[in-house]
């Protein structure tokens, strides 16, 4: 979506139209500009507090940048600071203006008072305009030898600037190569951490087109290096122990007492003030311990307690993004937070969002030990005031129920649920109790008893009322009055808006006709006629197909409409493990608090112009689509008979395996992911001699391998040995494959080895990958 | 990496923007932010990170500016909130509070201390000290004089080639006539008691604060009688993590002036000071509220600053409610506060009054949450007790002063 244009914002009497004014200050600014009089700076001072001011809000200013220029000769440092940021602000809109600054940035960028020449250097860099980067070499290659280390700071990030204003002038002026030297030998911390995440950015991007700059990239990640940050940890700003712990958390030690040393050395990073150094310590322990079971879990041990003090120390907005991280490491390893769930014990003035992530938590810490207390704890949000919120508590107490601890006393509570004379609290317990009898038949007894007594006239909401009706088909020969009850619901067919409850009502009577014939009859050939009738194909279709069974033979009817069945033992989940595993290895990121691996929203292919607003505006409402549509699906198969042995379904053929075109992956993770994968596959090609022709130019095959949703990560060689690094993703999934290539012009053959997410998969991307090879180079 | 940060008024209109990095971010993006906030309303105020269509939002809120920062980029999310949260502190530490007026007529300040603590999208420095070494504070001091001599420079007279200290979070060498140093435990005591009366919930947040106003470079060690009762501590950098860690001393070289030397947590309290009991009898469209406070558990200290107060639910047409002791306000946001002070000697307090239920419920389906405040000077209720305070490093005896306060933080009363 474009934003929108900006809106209008009624004109104030103390805000300026604009132009009177605008002149207004011109004249005035070029009387100053000439002038020595002593007390002069106070005057321009004031003048120029004006023209920031209209310029933040939103006046354009533009017109008097000459006479700012002609003011700036002044030795006052907020003089200078507030004309650094007006030209800021317009050179790059007026470039040719721009111009006019130069000569003064660079005068003072000589100035004998550090603050200045930093503050020159860091405005010159920040003109940001193409044709005048030659200008900024001179000044950044002193200013990063400067004996002030605010000099050398805002140089290093200087150069970044000019790397994204001009790459071939950074990299030609061989300012890389100074930061290195600068980042390994700087006396000042800041300065090195600013080499490191220039340095990163720089080699980052360079490095698909330059194999020193990726060789480079790798060499952050050494021993060496790492563990010089590692050792230098403590003289860094909190912000910039940020940045080295997230390089840190990249590293893979070699040996296993590696990884003890480095934990032992950031032990205290976790009593750290500021919330963003604790977290970003949790990702690398995380990360460390990936592969040694027991240790991650005791690491789950040790970090619990921060997290859980930052959780209630921090303001609000600081207790979300915790809270979602917490939310991750909860749902991971649930029994490690059982004896914590107080902590999640929602707070009355909580926003819903933050009680919705608590819920989840209290659900997924439920155990033997402490169901009651939590059972008796979200009884009591049932009676809170966001109905929402409400809701949701009812689902979660359904939802500890299937997992089996103690039902005993939960089925007593939902049925209390029943009896509170809610209509919303009745619908939600409705469709827990048609859960848990699908999963714990034997409480049908005790249920009906309650159920019976509820009136189906009280029931609005669809999915309420689809399971009371699938209760009263199912236990119709227990329930004394279900055929009459359905009776009146099918007289009352054409008010019910719902196809689902309709749907329900066609089985539910089919059921109860095969119990009880002789009262039920009347009521099937009402509701057949009806769904025959029925403008929606679903149900249509449905009447037609029981109708002709019927019709055919009513045993074998009774077989597949209401077999026996076995209790659900385990109900479908909704998130993949794969994409939580995915979240994971994004921890510490924005992934966690969206609950979507990175790709599935900073790609814009994976979302619509609208989804996020409307999501994050919706979003108990979206869960609740989400949750229940699995259940409801598997529901109505069940009902159906579907599920049962009577026809097993035909084993799906390997669907042919389709990638996705727009896949993303960082180098990090393409970086992190080759170390950790095994390699699945590895075989060996011969190359078209077209393709060995056409290999000249290595930049023709990464195009082509694009064209087939193979996309390069990295590559270098010379004749006659070329290495490319390539990554593919599934379409539907986020199964990740990626390819080591090297192909040998001379003997024309091509070695490739493939790592794949989904081992399974591979030998199928193996035969994609070589038949797209095989086309390069034809015409 | 963010990109761009905005200030916005509480109507919405942007005070200020900063640039921070080459993609520029058009303003529209606030346009764009202020109508979901209308329209969403509350809920969205407090969602600190929202996805536009175009950026990433993180947003913080302080006395009605919105902190507003954009980034297209994945990226630590606390990182960005923690940065706005300290973005908003130093403002305020700077302008000595925050509203609007005050940004306004210091916007230059706000972009000369921006300009330091971030740069290209990283936070650099957010330090007070090494930030006041590089950006004057306007304090009442130079506003008068720049009223008498219509002199209004700001700019610190010393200008230091950035952080000159070998401490980084210590200004270099400050000179006192009276050297003295404060340390405060403010404790905040968090509780549910649900509708049982049984307390199920109840924990400690507490901090050590600090006020130090001592010359040249000293060396302090606190230790405290206690420290098995704490579950989980945080610290400011200048703490030593040996110390601690071997026995269990505060080690430390303090910044100058106020701050936050280490916050703690106490868990599974058992008591809380004072009880709260409400009884709730709903039928015929009226529910009968009463409410009793007393002290259950005498910390020693007088108890005050009592109020008790609770949402009326939508329901409800009408509250009658009176006291014996202290004041009962309903208030427009249809909240009633009963506002207590101490608990005289001679009797309980009591709440008692009426709710007219909406024509057509007979009884009362939701129950209020009753939230309570209160405060106590003196004691640390936690338990938690200082043991001595060491100085080192000092020219002569210093001024040593010591002080607790406990106060309720989220203390709920379910009905």
Redesign the interface.
Known sequence: ?A?????Q?SPSPSQPSGKGEVSDLKSQLRQLAGSRAP?ID?SK?ELF?KV??YM???IDVSSLFGEMVMCSATS???LK??CY?YV??YA?VNPDLALLTINFLQRDCKDE???IR??AL?SLCSL?VANLVEYLVGPLGSGLKDN???VR??AV?GV??LY??SASTCVDADFPAMLKHSMLNDSDA?VVA?CL?ALQEIWSSEASSSEEASREREALLSKPVVYYFLNRIKEF???AQ??VL?LVGKYVPSETSEIFDIMNLLE?RL??????V???TIKVFLQLTLSMTDVHQQVYERIK??L??LV???????S???L??LHLLVMRAPFIFSSDY?HF?C???E???VKKLKLEMLTAVANESNTY?IV??LC?YA???DIPIARESIRAVGKIALQQYDVNAIVDRLLQFLE???DYVTAEALVLVKDLLRKYPQWSQDCIAVVGNISSKNIQEPKAKAALIWMLGEYSQDMHDAPYILESLIENWEDEHSAEVRLHLLTAVMKCFFKRPPETQKALGAALAAGLADFHQDVHDRALFYYRLLQYNVSVAQRVVDPPKQAVSVFADTQSSEIKDRIFD?F???????QKP?YM??DKEHRG??E??DE??HLSIGAESTGHASQSSLAIDDLLGLGLPVAPAPAPSPPLLKLNSKAVLDPGTFQQKWRQLPISLSQEYSVSPRGVAALTAPQALLRHMQGHSIHCIASGGQSPNYKFFFFAQKAEESSTFLVECIINTSSAKAQIKIKADDQSASEAFSTLFQSALSEFGLP | MLQCIFLLSDSG?????K?L??H?V????C??F???AIS?GD??K?????????H?LF??VREGITYLACTQ???????A?????RVADVLSDYLGGLNEDVI?DN??IV??LL?EMI??G??????PNILRE?IAQPNIVSKVLSVVT??????SET?P???ASCV?WRTTDPKYANNEVYVDLVEEM?A?I??DGVL??C?I?GEVQVNSHLSGLPDLTLSFANTSIL???????CVR?RPW?SNQILSFVPPDGQF?LM???VKKLKSTPIYVKPQLTSGGGTCRVDVLVGIRNDPGKTIDSITVQF?L??CILSADMTSNHGTVNILANKTCLWSIGRIPKDKAPSMSGTLVLETGLERL?????F?VAFRVMGVALSGLQIDKLDLKNLPNRPYKGFRALTRAG?F?V?S
């Not at chain 1, 209630?312 to 600081?318: A, I, K, L, R, Y």
């Not at chain 1, 510490?588 to 969206?594: D, E, I, Q």
């Not at chain 2, 058009?26 to 993006?29: K, N």
């Not at chain 2, 980029?73 to 990182?79: A, D, G, H, K």
């Open positions: 979506m934003p929108p244009a900006q809106s914002r007390g106070d001072r507090k920031i001011s933040t809000v939103g006052d440092i907020v600071k507030m940021l800021g602000n790059k008072d550090p603050m930093g503050l860091r940001r002030n280390n605010y700071t805002v990030m970044l600037k994204h204003i800041q600013n995440s700003s909190e912000w940020c940045l997230e205290d009593q750290h003030a500021n919330g963003a604790v977290l970003a307690a921060p859980l003090t209630s120390s921090g303001s609000p907005e600081q979300y993004a915790v979602s991280h107080k014990y707070q009355y003035n926003p819903s969002y207390e008796t704890e009591e009676a809170n005031v509170m004379e809610k994004e510490n990121s924005l992934s966690v608090v969206y990175s929203f900073t112009p609208f996020f607003s994050l505006g | 209109e942007v005070m200020l923007e640039q990095t080459g520029r058009d303003r529209s993006i346009a764009w202020w109508e979901q969403q809920s969205f407090l969602q600190p990170v929202i996805a536009s269509p175009t990433y947003q913080v980029v994945e990226m630590p999310p606390l990182m909130i923690e940065f706005l949260c306004k916007f230059i972009y000369e300009d740069d290209n990283f936070p650099l420095t957010t330090e590089m219509g002199n209004s420079s700001n700019v200008r080639g950035a952080t980084p968090d549910t649900n509708r199920v919930k924990e947040y579950d989980d501590v945080r610290f400011h950098p993590f860690e936050k916050s703690y947590r949402q639910p939508h389906h939701v129950f209020p949450t939230q989220e709920e379910r």
